[in-house]
C-alpha cells in the first residue's frame, strides 16, 4: 500500500475560486467587498513574505487588503493605537497582525486591540471559547481550519473515528483538538510529556503532527491505513522539512499531507474564508 499524497495547493486553489465567486456575489448584490487590514511591523524576511503573499491571495480573491508597516523600533503604545485605530474603523472588516512582533512590543496588549468582529487570524479569546464551548464560531484559526477542509475534501469519516494530535500550542494543536471533537471524533492531544507517543499515536485513524521537529513521526506511529497530516514546517539547510518521515510512512498511511505542499497553502485561503466570514457577518449576512 502506498498513501494517497493530499496536494493541499490543488485543494487551497479550488477553495480560492470558491472565495472569489462568493466575494464577486456579495458585491454584485451591493455590498462593499470584504476588507482586510495587515499590520507587519519590523524586519523579519519570513514575516515579510507571507504578508505578500497574503496580500496578493486577497487581491485575487477581491478582497480589499491595506498594509501598514509601523517602524521597527514602535513601541507598544504606538501599536496598540494603531490596532485600535483599525479597529474602529468601520471600513476595516478584518485585522491581522503579522506575528512574531519585536521584542520590546508587548504581544498581548496589541493583540487585545483587536475585537472579536475583526479577527481575521481567529485568535481572539472570545472566538476560541465559542471553539471550546462547541459553538460554530464565525472565524477560527486557519491552519487547524485548513486541516478540517483536508480530511472533508478528502473524504474522511470524522465522527466516531479516533483522532491524535501531537502539539498543544494555542494556533495549532488545540484548537484542531476542539475542531475534531466538535466534528465527533474522539480526541488525544499529546505533548512533549506525553509516555509511549509513538504508542498513543498507532491508536489513531487521524494522526496530526504539529510539533516542528523534523521527520520525527515515521512509520512506527502511524496505524495501517490512517490519515497523517504533516503540519510541522522546520527551515533546514534552505529546504523547509516536515516532522513526518515521509519515505518511513508513505508505505503505511492511507492519506499523508506532504510539506511543503500540504496544509501550508490551506492556511492563506482560510485566512480569507475568515474575512469573508466576518464581512459578512458585519453586514448582517447569512454565512455561505
Ligand atoms: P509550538 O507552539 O512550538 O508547539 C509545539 C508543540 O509540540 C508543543 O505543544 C510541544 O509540547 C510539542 N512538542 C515539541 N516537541 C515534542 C516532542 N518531541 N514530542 C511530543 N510533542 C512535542 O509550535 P506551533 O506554533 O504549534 O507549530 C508547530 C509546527 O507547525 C511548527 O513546525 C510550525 O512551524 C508549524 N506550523 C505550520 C503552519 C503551516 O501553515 N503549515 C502554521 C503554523 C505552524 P509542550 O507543549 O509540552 O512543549
Redesign the pocket.
Known sequence: MSAIIVDGKAVAAELRAELTSQVAAMTAAGSAPPSLAVVLCGDDPASAIYVRNKGRAAERAGVRFTLHRPRAESTTDELVALVGTLDADETIDGILVQLPLPKQIDQDAVMACISPEKDADGFHPYNFGRLAEGHPAVVAP??PL?CMELLRRSDMQLQGSRAVV????????RPLALMLTNADATVTI?????RE?AAVCREADILV?????PR?VDASYVKPGAFVID????PQDGVVV??VDRESVEPVAGWLTP?PG??????IAMLLRNTLALARARRGLAQV
Do not use: E, K, N
Open positions: 486557519g491552519t485548513g501531537i502539539g498543544r500550542s494555542a494556533i495549532v494543536g499529546c505533548h512533549s510529556r506525553t507517543l503532527s504539529a510539533i516542528g521537529r520525527m503540519v510541522g514546517t522546520t516536515g516532522d510539506v500540504g496544509v501550508g497553502p490551506m492556511t
